[in-house]
């Protein structure tokens, strides 16, 4: 996951890893799609979105017994707190420490919307001036919604010609119900237009997507929207505090917390019958995932 880097950092690694630990785990598939196509010898990949580095440092740790060990690990992010965080478990982790110290583990603070320039080369000679032989992404690029398509350009600029992109995020009809709730309640309190000012997601449809793709010279093996129902281990009330600050921004910033805390309210009542089962008491909520499986040109 990442947030724009311009947007501010409202990102927490503790509420994170209490109320979206389900982000790093319900990734086999696309795990299974990136262990298939930078399988090999030992790879240089960077991870796109790396968010606290659950997932990540898994994969980095997967390979260390494999004969195929991975080159360079490098993670990028765009919240300093999430690379923090990141950065606290490779110093927590002898095995990891020693990895990053010999520079086969790296973090840097970067929005995937800005990997151009000087950003660039400097990503680039992290792996020695070469390019990466993968880029890897979870949960990540639907925030990268200032422009999705310097994404695209950026991750091409990092891969070696015919290298793989493999990456899961978002797609059309994500998180429909609450997004439309929110977006609601901002209405009613007069922001105007807030889907295109104030939401932070890019949720396209596998053939838009593919379309972005096969214009910068992609050749897209697999773009597929594939719907997840996903527990809530903390609710609705637990989802909005992690992933809702920007929505709650615009509130904050004119009316005040006690008004954020009446929104948060509105929505969690509004989804009580929709989302929670009323047998069990838990709550869920219907994710749409894009995987995408493209490789780069020549």
Known sequence: MALTATAGDNWDADTYAKNASFVPQ????????????????????????????????????????????????LALDASPNMIASFQSKIDADPVLAQAASKGKLVARVLDGQ??????????????????????????????MKRDPVAVIKGVKSLLKPTAPLISEFGGHL???SV????????????????????SPWFFPTSATYTAMLEKEGFKVERCQQVPRITPLPTGVAGWLDTFGAPFFQPILSTSGPAEVARVKQEVVDEMRDVLRDPVSGDWFIMYVRLRVLAWRGE
């Open 26 to 73: 319900m990734t086999g598939d696309i795990v299974g799609w990136f262990n298939e196509a930078a399988q090999g010898e030992a790879k240089a990949v960077v991870d796109l979105g790396c968010g606290d580095g659950v997932l990540t440092l898994a994969l980095f740790k997967s390979r260390l017994a494999s004969s195929t060990p991975f080159k360079l690990l």
């Open 114 to 143: 800005d990997i151009q320039g000087e950003a660039l080369t400097e990503l680039l000679a992290l792996n020695g001036g070469d390019r990466y032989d993968a880029v890897f992404s979870n949960a990540a690029m639907h925030w």
């Open 174 to 176: 994500n998180v429909s």
């Open 179 to 198: 997004h439309a709730s929110l977006l609601a309640a901002l209405r009613r309190r007069g922001i105007a237009d807030p889907e295109r000012t104030v």
